[in-house]
């Protein structure tokens, strides 16, 4: 049995960074300002080379793009302008804040503490305009800098172990994670915080892929090592975590050397010190996959998470109509997004919030999602002000279009204290859990199954996000206390865990439209 089959590594992980009330108020861990990381990886040796400013907007509403995706055999590859709109739209940088003594720069998707620890590599044959590499984007120059030149494609293929999207793609985008930058604020519950923080850009990536008319997969299916060793990370400190394929062509990649040299190319430092937790790194070994063949025999056949038939009252969904859907396009909606910092207390009405809902989950294309359709999360909500909803705890029943009510009642102080005491769940019109049962997951994807379960929480999460920017409402990601939540959604959710908290409503900025 490889370590991956066995499951134990990723429920220790899971139970070890739960969040308590007694958790919070006994950890004695503080920001040490003075060690803060970069939120840059950069190559001091290598020449950026700009990506075009100037981009066309596909004019595609949000509301759709997250919704659907291109149909896989569609033939398409990206040109250097598309790659450019792909990274300005998910990796990018959106938004710039002073504060006395520092700058922050915001990025298109949603990221916990805007430490933005998501790296994003290319692997591509040649495209119009681009040469055959592969690039490390550079969000802060806007560029890319090439690590090696060739069509090195065909090492993904073998990693994934003859993933057909991979194979056929023009180009794969690897997202990598790295543990200090994140770990700085979050200790080590941060490898949580790669499934979510991946998934926020994943989200964008998808919507992107398709209003550019690019097929998208997203794969988690590879050796980990391989893909490690071909970006020349330092797998201690960095580590593949999702791979994307864009567009299709008939061709497939030219075979590659055996043996992928390393490059031994020097990173600046991102802090001057860095506090290892290894209860991370033993996580990530114990779900990485050893070989091509456990690679491919570990995607897909999703197991169907058992969701019990409504028992209590429902509400059916009204989503808007296609006359009536907000079309604002998904590069206006990406780039006015920003978590919600105070939310109004004032009502989203059913439709909006059925609109989302729909919209948000109706499928993501990846490896471990098999049928197309499949989920792994299951949602649940805390509904404070929806007008026409009565105010209480939900389930929700994605198959059958309906709200089941759990239990009525003002629950703001409770949602409150679930998302770790912050006003913003208080505040919010709905809040909106992820709770999935690890149990099969963990069965059927060992350890890994715990990344993905993340990561698909993420990408969900990502799109609640862009549903609720598309219709001028606000949302925030939240963390939260797990036992807890579970708690307040039993008996319904006893078992499930909590995976994800997404907050929505009106922001305190703005006057509802
Ligand atoms: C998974 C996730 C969890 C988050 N948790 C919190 C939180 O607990 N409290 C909070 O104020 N913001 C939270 N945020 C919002 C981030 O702080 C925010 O995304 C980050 O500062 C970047 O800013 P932007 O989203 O406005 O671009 C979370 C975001 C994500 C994606």
Redesign the pocket.
């Known amino acids: 049995m490889t370590e991956n089959r066995n499951p134990e590594a990723a429920s220790t992980y899971h139970d070890a960074t739960k969040h308590s009330y007694a958790s919070i108020r006994t950890n004695p861990h503080f920001m040490d300002w003075s060690n803060q990381p970069l939120p840059f990886k950069i190559y001091p040796t290598l020449e950026t080379m700009r990506l075009p400013a100037e981009m066309h907007q596909t004019g595609v509403a949000a509301l759709s793009v997250i919704a659907e995706s291109v149909p896989a055999l569609t033939s398409a590859a990206p040109d250097l302008e598309a790659v450019a709109q792909l990274l300005y739209l998910s990796g990018g940088i959106?938004?710039k804040r002073s504060y006395p003594g520092r700058e922050f720069y915001?990025?298109a998707?949603?990221?916990?503490?805007?430490l933005y620890e998501v790296e994003l590599y290319l692997v591509c044959g040649d495209l119009s305009n681009l040469q055959a590499g592969v690039y490390h984007f550079a969000p802060a120059e806007f560029g890319l800098r090439r690590l090696r030149a060739g069509d090195y494609r065909r090492a993904l293929l073998e990693a994934t172990g003859g993933e057909p999207s991979i194979a056929h793609a023009p180009l794969t985008i690897v997202c990598t994670c790295t543990y200090w930058r994140n770990a700085w604020k979050y200790q080590a519950r941060t490898y949580r915080?790669f499934g979510?923080?991946n998934g926020?850009l994943l989200a964008n990536l998808l919507a992107v892929a398709t209003a550019l008319g690019l097929t998208a997969r997203v794969v988690c299916g590879f050796v980990d090592a391989d893909v490690n060793r071909l970006l020349d990370v330092d797998p201690q400190r960095e580590v593949a975590f999702s791979l994307i394929a864009f567009g299709y062509t008939d061709a497939l990649p030219p075979k590659v050397p055996a043996e992928i040299s390393p490059l031994h190319l020097e990173t600046v430092p991102l802090s001057q010190r860095e506090v290892d937790y290894p209860l991370m790194r033993e996580m990530h070994a114990a779900s990485s996959l050893a070989s091509p063949e456990e690679a491919e025999s570990w995607r897909g056949h999703t197991p169907t998470t058992n969701i019990s038939p409504p028992a209590g009252p429902i509400v059916s969904l009204e989503p808007f109509s296609d006359g009536e859907m907000p079309r604002d396009p998904i590069e206006q909606v990406i780039q006015r997004?920003?978590?919600t910092?105070r939310f109004a207390r004032s009502p989203i009405t059913v439709p909006q919030l059925s609109t989302m809902l729909d919209r948000a989950t109706r499928g993501v294309p990846a490896d471990f999602l098999d049928p197309p359709g499949a989920q792994l999360n299951d949602l649940y909500l805390i509904v404070h002000a929806i007008e026409g909803l009565l105010p209480g705890a939900y389930s929700f029943h994605r198959g059958r279009g309906v709200l089941e009510c759990l239990k009525r009642g003002n629950f703001r102080a409770d949602a409150g204290y679930l998302?770790?005491g912050?006003d913003?769940s208080a505040d919010a019109a709905v809040d909106i859990f992820f709770l999935a049962d690890l149990r099969p997951i963990l069965q059927r994807f060992g350890n890994r199954g715990y990344r993905v379960v993340q990561l698909e929480a993420?990408i969900l999460?990502g799109k609640l996000y862009l549903a609720a920017y598309a219709q001028r409402l606000g949302a925030?990601?939240?963390?939260f206390f797990d036992d807890d939540v579970t708690r307040f959604f039993s008996p319904h959710a006893e078992g499930k865990s909590a995976i994800?908290?997404v907050a929505v409503g009106h922001s305190a900025k703005h006057k509802p439209v």
């Open positions: 959106t938004r915001f990025r998707a949603a990221c916990t503490g805007a915080h979510w923080d926020t997004r920003g978590s910092r998302g770790l912050q913003l993420g999460g925030t990601g939240l963390t994800f908290l």
